[in-house]
């Protein structure tokens, strides 16, 4: 024990020394287990630096590396012989008042800036609460509007179907017309094969008309007495008679030439709109697809609003945890919330502006999209009438042809006619006599026939008389037979005639009765053709109430999109600006402690080439006692130092990023703010989108806890030195952990990409 005490003494320590200080130790300072890094034995753990200034402690780490660079340089018989409390109390009297007051300073600033920084975040969370509360209640009011767009997404699509089963049925009823009509057509063609035999009829009537005006001018030419004469005129009257009646023919004929005409228009008339049903019929087809489709449309759009409600409240929900963990702690956006919320409702005015007149534009152009549809349809109809036309042209011309070729008959027989007119210029007079004979002719017959009677008895009687008599009667009974002959004749080509007559009137009233029923088909055909166009009216009406509804729901899509949008812009808003708080909280701690460290540091080497001309000066002393063990403790003593210089230096370069990080996030928080200065004086609305860097990661629910100022210097503390196979272990780690990382970066990348495709798509 003397010898330790002498040892001491030559060292420079005192016994009062000693003693003050282990009493001072024992009130002070708290002890910490250690190892030493030598080969000795364990010794006690060095106790804390004695307290001064208000209880403000000096670290015993300081304390432990001084007396460790002191001993380093001893022999090792003396460094066992040394009492390191002692040592330490020398060490910390010798420090001075002005080292302890600049610690305790230190700890006062760095307590005060770390509890203006924690009020400030305080207020500006408190702030961007409120702010997020009125983004849930604008998101709850969009929620419901969305309910209220799907139910009458809903209704509208009921609506739809209800059109649909109405339009099936138009289509079949439309579909039953035309055959109706195809029915019609047909029976108009029969009609007209009718009049095509009646021509035939009469082009007979006036063959029989020739001939018998060849009969007249034979009997002329063969009979030159009276009663000759009066049978040629009776002839005559007979043959104006049927002059008479071939022009009442004439006259049917040109009539039914132009009922055929008429007949012809309306069976072209009845195809034309035959052929516009079935073109009504197949629009009506191709809406109903469309209407199919739009229910279709429908049904997915309903179906992606219903997923992106569900979606929404998931993210209120989400949003509503995110502000009951914050609790008061977000309002400070207030001011800027409400400045972008007026120029965003103005610029929401300019947008709905400008889709007001983008969605009459584009009314503009399905407007004249549908003319020119239906301008194509009516080019289409027109052509196909046109050809309709042009065959019906050349039947028409092929019946021109026959026509004149019964013209030019006709103009042969009205030669003929004129002909025979001149030759019976002559008796034109004598036809009203003739018709007034016609009565009397009868009774001459008559008084003929009592005369031929009495002839017979006169023959009778005096066929005993004379030769020439006999003659004579027999002559006057040859000529009675030939004019009992004639007239029967005459009286059969009458009852012809008559029988012909009642023929034609009663086709004249069958084509009065067919004209007739022609017309009221007309207008049955016009009255169902109204319908029609009053349907097409009223589907091109529902397809326009259809597209509004198309379009309507397509702005509420751009809506719920770029609500969706501005929510997670505001979540990683809100989630960045904790990022930057927390990295900017966390170097400004570093960067104190670093400013601290430095200056402990400069005093550090002072004290420390201090000390080492005091080691030099026991190195010269122990010169001649130095051993293989001293020089391995010594080569120790300078790995400790050279890991020590490495972990400084480590310290620095994390420092030199951090500040680094530092100064781009201060230089995009300024491009920000200078971006929302702009915006709020220009009162537009841009969407600003800040990222740091790569890092995506949550941000780290903090509790409001005090935060122990002493636990930030603990990196001051000295460690043992790590050996290469630790350190080399530790690299490896250090490289699979940033692997490790890297990996997750690119997956939670690809899957926000695929999240965002796939949000994209539903909404399309």
């Given at each position: 024990?003397?010898f330790f005490?002498?040892?001491?003494?030559?060292?420079?320590?005192?016994e009062?020394?000693?003693?003050?200080?282990?009493?001072?130790?024992?009130?002070?300072?708290?002890?910490?287990?250690?190892?030493?890094a030598?080969?000795?034995?364990?010794?006690?753990?060095?106790?804390?630096?004695?307290?001064?200034?208000?209880?403000?402690?000096?670290?015993?780490?300081?304390?432990?590396?001084?007396?460790?660079?002191?001993?380093?340089?001893?022999?090792?018989f003396v460094?066992?012989?040394?009492d390191?409390?002692?040592?330490?109390?020398?060490?910390?009297?010798?420090?001075g008042?002005?080292?302890?007051?600049?610690?305790?300073?230190?700890?006062?600033?760095?307590r005060?800036?770390?509890?203006q920084?924690?009020?400030?975040?305080?207020?500006?969370?408190?702030e961007?609460?409120?702010a997020?509360?009125?983004?849930?209640?604008?998101?709850?009011e969009?929620?419901?509007?969305?309910?209220?767009?799907?139910?009458?997404?809903?209704r509208q699509?009921?609506?739809?179907?209800?059109?649909?089963?109405?339009?099936?049925?138009?289509?079949?009823?439309?579909?039953?017309?035309?055959?109706?009509y195809?029915?019609e057509?047909?029976?108009?063609?029969?009609?007209?094969?009718?009049a095509?035999?009646?021509?035939?009829?009469?082009d007979?009537?006036?063959?029989?008309?020739?001939?018998?005006?060849?009969?007249?001018?034979?009997l002329?030419n063969?009979?030159a007495?009276?009663?000759?004469?009066?049978?040629?005129?009776?002839?005559?009257?007979?043959?104006?008679?049927a002059?008479a009646s071939?022009?009442?023919?004439?006259?049917?004929a040109?009539?039914?030439?132009g009922?055929n005409?008429?007949?012809?228009?309306?069976?072209?008339?009845?195809?034309?709109?035959?052929?516009?049903?079935?073109?009504?019929v197949?629009?009506?087809?191709?809406?109903k697809s469309?209407?199919?489709?739009?229910?279709?449309?429908?049904?997915?759009?309903?179906?992606?609003?219903?997923r992106?409600?569900?979606?929404?409240?998931?993210?209120?929900?989400e949003?509503?945890?995110?502000?009951?963990?914050i609790?008061s702690?977000?309002?400070?956006?207030?001011?800027?919330?409400?400045?972008?919320?007026?120029?965003?409702?103005t610029?929401?005015?300019?947008?709905?502006?400008?889709?007001q007149?983008?969605?009459?534009?584009?009314?503009m152009?399905?407007?004249?999209?549908?003319?020119?549809?239906?301008?194509?349809?009516?080019y289409?109809e027109?052509?196909?009438?046109?050809?309709?036309?042009?065959?019906?042209?050349?039947?028409?011309e092929?019946?021109?042809?026959?026509?004149?070729?019964?013209?030019?008959?006709?103009?042969?027989?009205?030669?003929?006619?004129?002909?025979l007119?001149?030759?019976?210029?002559?008796?034109?007079?004598?036809?009203?006599g003739?018709e007034?004979?016609s009565?009397?002719?009868q009774?001459?017959?008559d008084?003929?026939?009592?005369?031929?009677?009495?002839l017979?008895?006169?023959?009778?009687?005096?066929?005993?008389?004379?030769?020439?008599?006999?003659?004579?009667?027999?002559?006057?009974?040859?000529?009675?037979?030939?004019l009992?002959?004639?007239?029967?004749?005459?009286?059969?080509e009458r009852?012809?005639?008559?029988?012909?007559n009642?023929?034609?009137k009663?086709?004249?009233?069958?084509?009065?009765?067919?004209?007739?029923k022609?017309?009221?088909?007309?207008?049955?055909?016009v009255?169902?053709?109204?319908?029609?166009?009053?349907?097409?009216?009223?589907?091109?009406?529902?397809?326009a109430?259809a597209e509004?509804?198309?379009?309507?729901?397509a702005?509420?899509?751009?809506?719920?999109?770029?609500?969706?949008?501005?929510?997670?812009?505001?979540?990683?808003?809100?989630?960045?600006?904790?990022?930057?708080?927390?990295?900017?909280?966390r170097?400004?701690?570093?960067?104190?402690?670093?400013?601290?460290a430095?200056r402990?540091?400069?005093?550090?080497?002072?004290r420390?080439?201090?000390?080492?001309?005091e080691?030099?000066?026991?190195?010269e002393?122990?010169?001649g006692?130095?051993?293989?063990?001293?020089?391995?403790?010594?080569?120790?003593?300078?790995?400790?130092?050279?890991?020590?210089?490495?972990?400084?230096?480590?310290?620095?370069s994390?420092?030199?990023?951090l500040?680094?990080?530092?100064k781009?996030?201060?230089?995009?928080?300024?491009?920000?703010?200078?971006?929302?200065?702009?915006?709020?004086?220009?009162g537009?609305?841009e969407?600003?989108?800040?990222?740091?860097?790569n890092?995506?990661?949550p941000?780290?629910?903090?509790?409001?806890?005090?935060?122990?100022?002493?636990?930030?210097f603990?990196?001051?503390?000295?460690?043992?030195?790590?050996?290469?196979?630790?350190?080399k272990?530790?690299?490896?780690e250090?490289?699979?952990?940033?692997?490790?990382?890297?990996?997750?970066?690119a997956?939670?990348k690809?899957?926000?990409?695929?999240?965002?495709?796939?949000s994209?798509?539903?909404?399309?």
């Amino acid at each position: 024990m003397s010898f330790f005490k002498k040892s001491l003494k030559a060292l420079g320590f005192s016994e009062e020394e000693e003693e003050e200080y282990t009493q001072h130790t024992e009130r002070e300072v708290a002890a910490s287990p250690r190892t030493t890094a030598n080969t000795g034995p364990a010794e006690p753990a060095a106790p804390a630096a004695p307290t001064n200034n208000g209880g403000e402690t000096l670290p015993d780490s300081l304390l432990e590396h001084i007396v460790e660079l002191i001993n380093a340089s001893l022999p090792d018989f003396v460094r066992t012989c040394i009492d390191r409390e002692s040592e330490k109390r020398y060490i910390y009297e010798h420090l001075g008042d002005s080292f302890k007051n600049y610690i305790a300073e230190l700890n006062g600033q760095a307590r005060s800036t770390v509890e203006q920084e924690v009020a400030a975040t305080r207020q500006k969370l408190e702030e961007e609460l409120a702010a997020q509360r009125r983004k849930t209640a604008e998101l709850e009011e969009q929620k419901n509007e969305i309910r209220n767009a799907q139910l009458s997404a809903e209704r509208q699509k009921r609506a739809l179907h209800d059109k649909v089963h109405d339009l099936d049925n138009r289509v079949a009823t439309l579909e039953a017309e035309k055959e109706q009509y195809e029915l019609e057509n047909k029976s108009l063609l029969n009609k007209l094969k009718v009049a095509d035999v009646k021509q035939h009829e009469l082009d007979e009537v006036m063959s029989e008309n020739t001939r018998l005006l060849g009969v007249i001018q034979e009997l002329k030419n063969a009979h030159a007495d009276e009663s000759a004469s009066a049978e040629i005129e009776e002839l005559r009257q007979q043959a104006a008679q049927a002059t008479a009646s071939l022009d009442e023919a004439i006259q049917k004929a040109e009539v039914l030439s132009g009922e055929n005409e008429t007949l012809q228009r309306l069976i072209e008339e009845k195809e034309q709109a035959i052929s516009e049903k079935e073109q009504m019929v197949e629009q009506i087809g191709n809406e109903k697809s469309s209407l199919l489709a739009a229910c279709d449309e429908l049904k997915t759009t309903n179906e992606s609003l219903q997923r992106l409600i569900e979606e929404k409240e998931q993210a209120i929900s989400e949003k509503e945890q995110i502000v009951e963990q914050i609790g008061s702690e977000k309002s400070s956006l207030l001011a800027a919330y409400d400045e972008l919320k007026t120029t965003n409702e103005t610029l929401q005015r300019l947008i709905e502006e400008k889709e007001q007149a983008i969605s009459e534009k584009e009314q503009m152009v399905e407007q004249i999209g549908s003319e020119k549809s239906s301008l194509l349809a009516a080019y289409d109809e027109l052509k196909t009438t046109n050809e309709a036309q042009i065959s019906a042209s050349q039947t028409l011309e092929q019946t021109q042809g026959e026509l004149t070729k019964a013209h030019e008959e006709l103009k042969e027989a009205q030669e003929n006619i004129a002909r025979l007119e001149e030759n019976l210029a002559q008796e034109v007079l004598l036809r009203k006599g003739l018709e007034e004979k016609s009565g009397v002719l009868q009774s001459d017959l008559d008084t003929s026939v009592q005369r031929c009677n009495e002839l017979e008895t006169s023959l009778q009687k005096m066929q005993e008389g004379e030769r020439a008599e006999q003659l004579a009667l027999e002559e006057s009974a040859a000529q009675l037979s030939e004019l009992k002959n004639s007239y029967a004749a005459l009286q059969q080509e009458r009852n012809v005639l008559s029988a012909q007559n009642e023929e034609y009137k009663r086709q004249i009233e069958r084509k009065s009765e067919e004209i007739e029923k022609a017309q009221a088909e007309a207008e049955q055909h016009v009255a169902r053709l109204a319908s029609a166009d009053a349907m097409i009216a009223e589907l091109k009406k529902q397809s326009a109430d259809a597209e509004a509804a198309r379009t309507e729901l397509a702005e509420r899509d751009k809506r719920i999109a770029k609500l969706t949008e501005e929510n997670a812009e505001l979540s990683k808003f809100v989630e960045l600006t904790g990022k930057v708080e927390e990295k900017i909280n966390r170097y400004e701690e570093i960067e104190t402690a670093k400013r601290r460290a430095e200056r402990e540091l400069a005093e550090l080497r002072t004290r420390m080439e201090e000390v080492q001309q005091e080691a030099d000066r026991w190195r010269e002393e122990a010169k001649g006692k130095s051993s293989p063990a001293d020089a391995e403790e010594l080569r120790k003593a300078k790995e400790m130092i050279a890991a020590l210089k490495k972990q400084r230096q480590e310290l620095i370069s994390q420092t030199a990023t951090l500040r680094t990080q530092n100064k781009a996030y201060e230089n995009q928080i300024a491009a920000r703010e200078t971006t929302k200065k702009e915006v709020a004086d220009n009162g537009i609305h841009e969407d600003i989108k800040i990222t740091f860097g790569n890092d995506s990661a949550p941000v780290e629910k903090t509790e409001k806890a005090a935060i122990n100022i002493d636990d930030c210097f603990n990196w001051m503390k000295p460690v043992r030195p790590d050996s290469l196979e630790e350190e080399k272990r530790r690299k490896e780690e250090e490289k699979r952990r940033a692997e490790e990382e890297e990996k997750a970066r690119a997956a939670e990348k690809e899957a926000r990409k695929n999240t965002d495709t796939s949000s994209q798509m539903s909404l399309w």
